[in-house]
């Protein structure tokens, strides 16, 4: 079987570009584990409470394996760019298979928790794993072509981790939801071995041990506010405070060390492209409200327009299509033309409008009135999600690959924690202000200790503060998504400032070669906006 050869190699085989389909089916069955797994998991945990205990501890469930994967995001890309990412890739989906056999042979909750932070240790490596291979192997200006396939993957995730989870649930029980991924990551694991061929590499320097160690600290604190503040703890505590202080300590302490250390692990220099910048931007606030829209449309369907709370992944549809019929066409644009500016302008201008058209639903809105908003949001959301991927491995030199799209990877997460943070806050002040307006104190007494009633407990309220309640609904979604909407202003403002830099394209022998040291083609160097 001819080799997949990475740019900078020789030219590829005459039946290369079929091996590279094949390399991609491993890479989209490896990113689908990654991003399925929590779907499949939120769906089951009910019934894992009820065999294992410890209530006390479920969000822990999540959220170390949120933690685990945001932490080692940008560590598993720098290891790639030192050596290799192959060898890389494969650890990761070891461990992520690692985590998950152990997961669903945990027999108590403690266990459950330290296994699935193994498992998003794993996750963070398959995530950026992914997207720096396809970095390697396919040149920006080719990569378009791919974009559906990726968009895909996340609308089957989304759509069908709650079905998947639920069906697997009653059937098979919830250990079978951690033992799923076993044998597709083994298929996975199989095909990577087989026709993955990328250029060895030997690492230059050292580790950056003190920089990966202050930048998990950072990381951690940053998350656990954004999973903690307003739930667990009150927002002005102590432990939110001192987890913001240690933050923003670590963070400064981290960009000192990288100033000075041979090899860091989050090169500072390729912040300096613009473009990057820019961009890294631009992906910080499509995670802000992407993640705010996921979480609170179908609690929004489900609350006042009476959907069923089982086929939840489905009142998505609309945005998923949606986004993956305009990725895929923004892919085939980009591939054939080499322009891509244009798109992140227009998905900001649609993201911007599908937010404010959200925000006029109320208790008396249809479901396919919300459809079509849905579609809008999604369409923006299309224009957006790959392209700025894209850009940011076009804006760094191919040694660098790894870092960017980690990098990438990490400030759309970390966006993802803070809209749903910062939504979550926003929706609950609305949802018992508008109570209490409606129905006085009986109405914040419902809601007092949490704003997101199960439709069991809503059926058993009295008619006047179950209408409060569904009226309350509405005002806090209006809220967050118009909030949303002025949020999203600032990535279509910055996307005007992105420069149309030339796509890196398969290239000649000598050309590559040359790239795999120098810089891709960007915005000069300390250029500003």
Known sequence: MAQVQAPGAAPPQADAPRNVRVVLLALMIAMLLAMLDNMIVGTAMPTIVGELGGLSHLSWVVTAYTLATAASTPIWGKLGDMY????????????FLAGSALSGMAQTMGQLIGFRALQGLGAGGLIVGVMAIIGELIPPRERGKYQGMMAGVMALATIGGPLIGGTITDHLGWRWSFYIN???GVVALAMVTAVLHLPKKKAQGRIDYAGAVLLTVGISALVLITTWGGNEYAWGSVQIVGLGVTGVAAIAAFLVVERRVEQPVLPLHIFRSANFTLITLIGFFVGFVMFGAVVFLPLYQQTVQGASATSSGLLLLPMLLSMTAVSLIAGRVTTSTGKYKIFPIVGGALVTTGLFLLSLM???????????????????LGFLMQITMLVAQNSVAMKDIGVGSSSATLFRTLGGSFGVAIFGAL????????????????????????????????????AGIKDAYLHGVASGTHHIFLWGAAISLVSFVAAFF??????????GPAERSASEDAPAPQVAVGETV
């Open 498 to 507: 992105v420069k149309e830099v030339p796509l890196r394209g398969a290239a």
């Open 182 to 184: 076993l044998p597709l």
């Open 362 to 380: 109320d208790t008396g809105t249809s479901r396919f009135t919300s459809a079509v908003y849905m579609a809008v949001l999604g369409a923006g």
């Open 84 to 95: 290799g990412r192959k060898g890389m890739f494969l650890a990761s989906i070891v461990t």
């Open 427 to 462: 929706f609950t002040h609305q949802v018992s202000e508008t109570m209490a307006a409606r129905v006085g104190a009986r109405g914040a007494a419902v809601t007092s200790s949490s704003a997101q009633l199960d439709p069991k407990s809503l059926a058993q309220l009295p």
